[in-house]
């Protein structure tokens, strides 16, 4: 998705970072404390005590957020618990053809088409993973787009690389990881894919080469 160089826009906050869990707020944390430190200082992440919310809240906290406050926000989205949901039926089923909706929206918006509505959706930037941001750490070691069903399977195949094999889920390790995959950071952004509506159930993937990209192209 080409774009322009992008300006930090300061007039109503710049711009703000959304996600759903912790372990994506303590890894963007570390990101925004070492690379380009000088053009990421002004970039907020939101919520600031990130909760488990669903796939609406999600979006309609960017939307309010660039209603109220920000030029720009970038939604990142896990896929694990949209999918599982899904499987499970009920309220579920609901939420994924909500994500599936939005983000069609969201495309269509950025390819010049879409409704007024949606319109909104022109300064929001979706990140998805699939299905977990373990992903993107795997994409540091290997090129792939294999399938995982959770984020359980995909941590167990993260553990079989040598320098991962302590894996943990907790702050201390999360925010140490940048720095220990900082040097393979060029192979990740290298081996990342698009991320495809109609392949989430069988192709895995993590577009977060696509925040790196964006905050390169910051003034």
């Avoid at 994506?24 to 070492?34: H, M, S, T």
């Avoid at 495309?107 to 977990?132: D, E, H, T, Y």
């Avoid at 950071?185 to 925040?211: D, H, I, T, V, Y």
Wanted: hydrophobic fraction near 30%; glycine fraction near 6%; charged fraction near 35%.
């Amino acid at each position: 998705m080409a774009r322009k160089k992008q300006k930090l826009q300061k007039e109503r906050g710049g711009i703000a970072i959304i996600m759903d869990g912790k372990d994506e707020r303590w890894y963007i944390d570390k990101v925004k404390e070492c690379y380009l430190f000088n053009k990421l200082r002004q970039i907020k992440v939101k919520p600031e005590l990130p909760t488990k919310k669903n796939v609406q809240d999600l979006f309609n906290l960017a939307q309010q957020l660039l209603k109220e406050e920000y030029s720009f926000v970038i939604l990142i989205l896990d896929l694990d618990k949209i999918r599982k949901e899904k499987k499970e039926g009920g309220k579920g089923v609901k939420g994924f053809e909500y994500f599936a909706n939005s983000y069609n929206n969201y495309i269509n918006i950025k390819a010049g088409q879409g409704s007024r509505a949606n319109k909104w959706m022109n300064n929001l930037f979706v990140i998805v993973n699939n299905p977990c941001l373990e992903y993107w750490f795997l994409l540091h070691y290997n090129q792939t787009t294999k399938f995982y069903e959770d984020g359980d399977s995909l941590i167990s195949e993260l553990k079989r690389i040598p320098e991962l094999k302590d894996y943990d889920k907790n702050e201390t390790y999360i925010k140490s990881i940048y720095k220990k995959l900082e040097s393979k950071l060029p192979n990740a952004r290298k081996n990342a894919k698009e991320f495809c509506l109609q392949k989430c159930e069988n192709e895995g993937c993590s577009e977060m080469n696509k925040m790196f990209d964006y905050f390169d192209e910051l003034d």
